[in-house]
């Protein structure tokens, strides 16, 4: 597949896309996964084939399937919903590649506290009309503000796979 998307503004299909977290807790014993359920999202594609745009999670959307954890996820000592209700991941430059790729920097706020980010997404689907970006990157969770780590239980770096689906705007 040649990756060929069409310049103009395009906007996020929040019914076709995921945004997940995984974490491995108890000590490394057991991955927490969640997911949020509430996203959304646009970008414009320029002339010179780049783009820019902004992806915004509800941040007390996430749902790990386990209503006290999920709670605790979004007090003060994690996510503190009631001061930061967004998380945010702007784009300040994403160039696709030959290879169906698409190298992807920008600068990814949770809790008021930005950092830059970069990675690489995959391009799985791209046409005129939508195009589908995959992608899984590791985020530290301290860099954030989020040390709460009672018995040192939970360890390592968080992984954020997401699947994006965008749909050219008329």
Do not use: C
């Amino acid at each position: 597949m040649t990756v060929a998307v069409e310049t103009g503004l395009w906007q996020l299909d929040y019914t076709a896309s995921t945004v997940a977290v995984q974490h491995k807790t108890m000590w490394g014993l057991v991955t927490v996964k969640g997911s949020f359920n509430a996203l959304s999202g646009q970008g414009e594609v320029k002339p010179d084939g780049t783009a820019q745009g902004t992806i915004t999670l509800d941040a007390a959307s996430l749902d790990t399937k386990h209503t006290k954890r999920d709670k605790h996820l979004r007090s003060a000592d994690f996510f503190d919903v009631d001061h930061h209700p967004e998380i945010t991941f702007a784009v300040q430059h994403a160039e696709a590649r030959s290879d169906d790729t698409a190298q992807i920097t920008g600068e990814l706020t949770v809790r008021g506290i930005s950092r830059p980010q970069s990675f690489t997404a995959r391009v799985t689907q791209a046409d005129a009309e939508a195009v589908t970006l995959e992608a899984e990157f590791t985020v530290d969770r301290a860099e954030f503000g989020m040390g709460w780590n009672q018995l040192g239980m939970l360890r390592g770096l968080t992984t954020v796979v997401a699947t994006l689906r965008l749909t050219r705007t008329a």
